[in-house]
């Protein structure tokens, strides 16, 4: 064995994986592919580099996105080509480098974006892809800062992977939420900024805005926003009118801002004296939903003119006031003046020669003095007598005197400022005098003391037996001696208040029934000096002794429920008790009371609207009282609230079963101002033999009464009460008639009041609402519960005893027509109902917006203006100031409230709002009453497109389609367009070729008139012009 040392070698090979490629560039760059270089692997590791293989990511993922992966078919190739990509799209390439050990590590990336496509080329590309070459996504909205008239708002683009191509810029657009009005537009070709400011907008409106982003093929979908502008200061008040009621106080009362610019929170009163300078403020508030608002400003001074103005503030501060408003107090009644002497003139028995001298601290405070009256008051009123002498004066001799004994004083009277009626001072003191055996030293000694005595002594024994026998003979109801003696208790004023007015002067006289042919003086009485007869009579009525009446059953726990209204309870000694029902305690309950009527006991039932949980209590009712009428004066929501629930089926042939009674609704019939339904009304519960278990019920309801308020006409309450009344009287054996509003007290009261006046009018010729009132407020609270309530019933019986019923059966028109033409006492029927119908004149405030400056070229003539409550309204314009005015008003036909328009002939500034009008109001006929005249075409110009023609008028068209020419008629027919949307419209235009301009003998005129217009006409509803 030998020891040789063996020497082998062995040749080993490591192969790993290569090297990345690196250096990769972009050289092309397409919509849908891009093409990618690289420099080789610099070392392959032993194993020689088969391929490269290329990934493209969307930028900002981490998975690869669905395209090739570009792989090369051999080492040395530099180069490839990656398809299947997205339009404007961040990709992120890399490649590997992949031999026999595998896939080297990822080189490093480059960045590149596709370019945009058009439509065409992206379904050449990728017939797959649906989306839009838009932006997909909206803006992003960060936050707005907003002031009164502007909105700063800030946002940002969408992702970057939903543009579709570069960023052009952004559009704006701005509309009022209310109306949907533009109010902004705005494009900006600037992709990079953020902000935009709107502004000119109106201070504390809500503004719909939207922003696009848009690129080379359109906008993408817009970001919407709700905003707000913040409160600026409100525009001036408009001051409609002051009155002063007293020496020291002024009423002034104003309209609400046209513009508040927010919420109001209040507004200033100032006022100056003219005279001195003194200054005074008042921060008066108001609810938000008030229009008209009233202040009195108290602690004046008398006889003094004052400046006032009236700011509105926001939370923003206080807006600017219209030119100061120059009104006067009233003047102070003077202070009692002097009787120095009171003597026996010369010596004739019946005279007597009277010498005082006034006040000196009287001429401080009134303007002048412009009489005295003096009174001369004996034991038997017929021998009562009144002087009234001049205020220079400061001697008089009263002759004729018949009574033996005198009590003698006087008061200095000063015309008021505001009115035709004289402000009586003070009165002197009492003096007495003996004509039959007088003591030549005049006014002096015990003998006068003792004759005052006496005088005094004897006027009271006079005086209180003859009021009693007086009261007796003239009250309306005996009921009141009760409480003559309770009422002291009960109120702060004297106690026979409840009689009649306690008053110092001695013409005054009591609240009896006053003759028909004095009511139009009385009811003008009340009206002077802004209503203050009816305040004075009125607090009267509301003085009465209600809290002496128990009304345990409506404060029962169990009938609390079936209250509407806390402080609305029925007097238990004239409620109305249901039958009792098995079973159920307090089933005899419901908020009702009768109420008498004139000369006829429980004529009403007084009741509240009913509630969900009162329903069948109500219908019983109705069925138990055998009523065949139902009458209704409230409407079921009023300014939002709920006034009273609908007890009724809601459509016809419906029928509703509320406890044992079943209704159904068989017929409704509107009207313009009412509504009549027909119920059938069954008694489940009633056996047949007993009796008819089914009856027809008529409800009338009024559907124009606002709550607490009264209606703007009295004639069409007066047509409701009389169509009522009239029902009611033809159902014979009917039981009393049921009538309800809200609480069953203001509306209802007013209607009972009214409607028994006119019947005791229509028996004696008189009438007694403060007696008739005062009456029934006994029998049920609060009847008639506002002052202006109280005075509406005086105003519509005014209405009736000048106008009557001038509803005529068409039988009789004809004889109607002699009737209006027969010459009785100088002047016709027909004149007289003229001078009725045009006595109203409106004041200023009542066509406040026709005066105002920007709308006076609008009107053709100063003196036909449309009062603010009837005008139409027209949508307004931003930033148009009196764009919602046209001399046009609404007008009331037989069926609808506001079935017609009455409107002038358009002016050529005025064409396209009469257009607009017919557009917002659809309305299918023209009545052109004054005809087409050559002559006058600069006057009354042609306002219609011709033929071949179209006006466009914002966004509607107006395009004439046809005519039609007739003898005394021409129909022009025309087409209204939206510019905006499919909606279209026509309208007839009815042109009288011989409606007179003035009127003949009124039977010649009416039958031409007549004539002029076929029945299609007379029975179209639109515009008369």
């Known amino acids: 064995m030998t020891n040789e040392?063996?020497?082998?070698?062995?040749?080993?090979?490591?192969?790993?994986?290569?090297?990345?490629?690196?250096?990769?560039?972009?050289?092309?760059?397409?919509?849908?592919?891009?093409?990618?270089?690289?420099?080789?692997?610099?070392?392959?590791?032993?194993?020689?580099?088969?391929?490269?293989?290329f990934t493209a990511r969307y930028d900002s993922l981490d998975e690869p996105s669905d395209v090739d992966k570009g792989e090369t078919s051999g080492h040395n190739t530099t180069s490839v080509t990656i398809r299947n990509l997205s339009p404007y799209t961040n990709y992120s390439i890399s490649g590997v480098a992949i031999n026999a050990a595998g896939s080297s590590s990822p080189s490093d990336a480059v960045l590149v974006a596709t370019k945009q496509a058009g439509w065409l080329s992206l379904h050449y590309y990728l017939p797959h892809l649906n989306t839009p070459s838009a932006p997909s996504q909206k803006p992003r909205f960060e936050h707005y800062v907003a002031d009164s008239t502007s909105l700063m708002m800030q946002f940002h683009a969408p992702?970057?992977?939903?543009?579709?191509?570069?960023l052009l810029g952004y559009n704006f657009s701005a509309l009022v939420e209310s109306s949907r009005d533009l109010v902004h537009s705005a494009t900006i070709a600037d992709p990079h900024i953020t902000t935009h400011n709107i502004s000119g907008l109106q201070p504390a409106k809500k503004y719909i805005i939207y922003i696009f982003v848009y690129n080379a093929i359109g906008a993408g979908p817009p970001s919407q926003q709700i905003l707000s502008t913040d409160e600026g200061v409100p525009t001036a008040p408009v001051i409609l009118g002051s009155s002063s009621k007293s020496w020291?106080?002024?009423?002034?009362?104003?309209?609400?801002?046209?513009?508040?610019?927010?919420?109001?929170?209040?507004?200033?009163?100032?006022?100056?004296?003219?005279?001195?300078?003194?200054?005074?403020?008042?921060?008066?508030?108001?609810?938000?939903?008030?229009?008209?608002?009233?202040?009195?400003?108290?602690?004046?001074e008398p006889c003094t003119m004052y400046r006032v103005f009236i700011t509105a503030f926001t939370s923003k501060g206080e807006g600017d006031h219209q030119s100061p408003h120059l009104v006067s107090t009233e003047v102070k009644g003077a202070n009692r003046p002097n009787i120095t002497r009171l003597e026996k003139a010369s010596n004739n028995s019946h005279s007597v020669e009277v010498h005082w001298l006034p006040s000196p601290s009287s001429t401080s405070h009134v303007c002048t003095i412009d009489r005295y009256v003096i009174y001369f008051n004996a034991s038997d009123p017929n021998d009562n007598r009144i002087a009234r002498v001049e205020?220079?004066?400061?001697?008089?001799?009263?002759?004729?005197?018949?009574?033996?004994?005198?009590?003698v004083s006087m008061a200095a009277e000063s015309q008021s400022i505001h009115s035709s009626i004289y402000v009586r001072g003070e009165l002197s003191e009492l003096r007495v005098i003996q004509l039959g055996s007088w003591d030549n030293n005049g006014l002096g000694g015990n003998s006068l003391t003792a004759g005052i005595i006496a005088g005094v002594v004897l006027w009271i024994f006079s005086f209180v037996p003859a009021w009693?026998?007086?009261?007796?003979?003239?009250?309306?109801?005996?009921?009141?001696?009760?409480?003559?003696?309770?009422?002291?208790?009960?109120?702060?004023?004297?106690?026979?208040?409840?009689?009649?007015?306690?008053?110092?002067?001695?013409?005054?006289?009591?609240?009896?029934?006053?003759?028909?042919?004095?009511?139009?003086?009385?009811?003008?009485?009340?009206?002077?000096?802004?209503?203050?007869?009816?305040?004075?009579?009125?607090?009267?009525?509301?003085?009465?002794?209600?809290?002496?009446?128990?009304?345990?059953?409506?404060?029962?726990?169990?009938?609390?429920?079936?209250n509407r209204y806390i402080n609305i309870l029925a007097y238990d000694h004239s409620r109305v008790c249901l039958r009792s029902l098995p079973g159920k305690s307090c089933s005899d309950y419901i908020n009702a009371n009768y109420v008498d009527g004139y000369h006829k006991p429980k004529a009403y039932v007084a009741t509240q609207g009913p509630l969900p949980n009162t329903f069948g209590d109500f219908w019983r009712l109705v069925?138990?009282?055998?009523?065949s009428i139902i009458v209704m004066i409230t409407n079921l929501t009023e300014r939002g609230k709920r006034k009273c629930d609908q007890y009724w089926p809601k459509d016809e042939e419906q029928q509703v079963t509320y406890d044992q009674m079943q209704v159904k609704l068989l017929n409704t019939y509107k009207m313009a101002h009412y509504t009549v339904r027909v119920f059938s009304l069954r008694n489940l519960k009633l056996k047949k033999k007993l009796g008819s278990s089914e009856r027809v019920i008529l409800q009338y309801h009024y559907t124009d009464w606002p709550d607490h308020g009264v209606p703007d006409y009295t004639l069409p309450t007066l047509t409701f009460i009389r169509k009522s009344i009239a029902a009611h009287n033809e159902a014979q054996g009917s039981g009393p008639l049921i009538i309800h509003c809200s609480a069953g007290v203001g509306r209802t009261g007013t209607f009972i009041v009214i409607d028994s006046m006119i019947r005791q009018m229509q028996d004696v010729k008189t009438i007694n609402v403060f007696g008739f009132l005062s009456h029934i407020r006994n029998q049920r609270n609060q009847l008639v519960q506002t002052e202006d309530q109280y005075i509406f019933i005086h105003d519509a019986l005014l209405e009736y005893i000048q106008s009557g019923n001038t509803e005529i059966k068409d039988s009789s028109v004809g004889r109607y027509v002699e009737d209006l033409l027969l010459d009785k006492d100088g002047s016709t029927v027909i004149e007289y109902q003229y001078k009725l119908v045009t006595q109203f004149c409106p004041k200023d405030y009542h066509t406040a917006a026709a005066l105002l400056t920007v709308n006076l070229p609008k009107n053709r003539e100063d003196s036909l203006l449309p009062v603010d409550l009837a005008r139409v309204r027209l949508p307004t314009r931003p930033g148009e100031e009196g764009s919602d005015y046209i001399n046009a008003s609404f007008m009331q036909g037989y069926n609808k409230n506001e079935e017609f328009i009455v409107t002038q002939h358009p002016l050529p500034s005025t064409q396209e709002d009469f257009w607009r009008m017919v557009w917002e109001h659809n309305s299918m006929t023209i009545v052109l009453l004054n005809p087409p005249d050559p002559e006058k075409e600069t006057d009354f110009p042609i306002f219609w497109p011709s033929r071949g023609t179209d006006l466009e008028y914002g966004h509607f068209t107006v395009t004439f389609v046809e005519e039609n020419p007739d003898m005394h008629l021409l129909?022009?027919?025309?087409?209204?367009?939206?510019?905006?949307?499919?909606?279209?419209?026509?309208?007839?235009?009815?042109?009288?070729?011989?409606?007179?301009?003035?009127?003949?003998?009124l039977s010649q005129c009416t039958v031409r008139s007549r004539a002029c217009v076929p029945r299609e006409v007379l029975g179209v509803r639109g515009i008369l012009g």
């Open 5 to 53: 040392l063996v020497t082998r070698q062995w040749s080993i090979t490591v192969y790993d994986v290569p090297t990345p490629p690196f250096d990769l560039t972009v050289d092309s760059v397409g919509a849908t592919e891009v093409i990618v270089t690289w420099s080789l692997s610099l070392d392959d590791c032993n194993s020689p580099v088969s391929h490269y293989l």
């Open 159 to 166: 992702p970057a992977d939903t543009h579709n191509g570069p």
């Open 248 to 300: 020291d106080t002024l009423r002034v009362v104003w309209q609400s801002p046209e513009k508040p610019n927010g919420r109001l929170r209040g507004y200033n009163v100032y006022w100056q004296q003219l005279s001195k300078g003194l200054t005074g403020k008042a921060v008066v508030t108001k609810g938000p939903e008030d229009i008209m608002h009233t202040h009195t400003i108290t602690g004046l």
């Open 391 to 407: 205020g220079r004066l400061r001697k008089f001799i009263v002759s004729n005197l018949t009574a033996t004994n005198y009590s």
């Open 468 to 562: 009693f026998l007086r009261y007796f003979l003239y009250s309306f109801y005996f009921i009141y001696l009760f409480f003559f003696f309770i009422s002291m208790f009960n109120c702060n004023l004297p106690v026979t208040s409840i009689f009649y007015k306690i008053s110092n002067d001695p013409e005054e006289s009591e609240h009896t029934a006053i003759p028909v042919s004095k009511w139009q003086t009385h009811v003008a009485k009340l009206h002077a000096d802004d209503d203050f007869g009816f305040s004075e009579e009125y607090q009267d009525v509301d003085c009465g002794p209600s809290d002496h009446f128990l009304v345990n059953a409506s404060v029962d726990q169990e009938n609390r429920s079936k």
């Open 623 to 627: 069925w138990e009282q055998n009523s």
């Open 971 to 1001: 129909t022009r027919d025309f087409l209204l367009q939206s510019t905006q949307d499919d909606y279209e419209c026509t309208t007839r235009i009815f042109a009288t070729t011989s409606w007179p301009e003035g009127c003949e003998p």
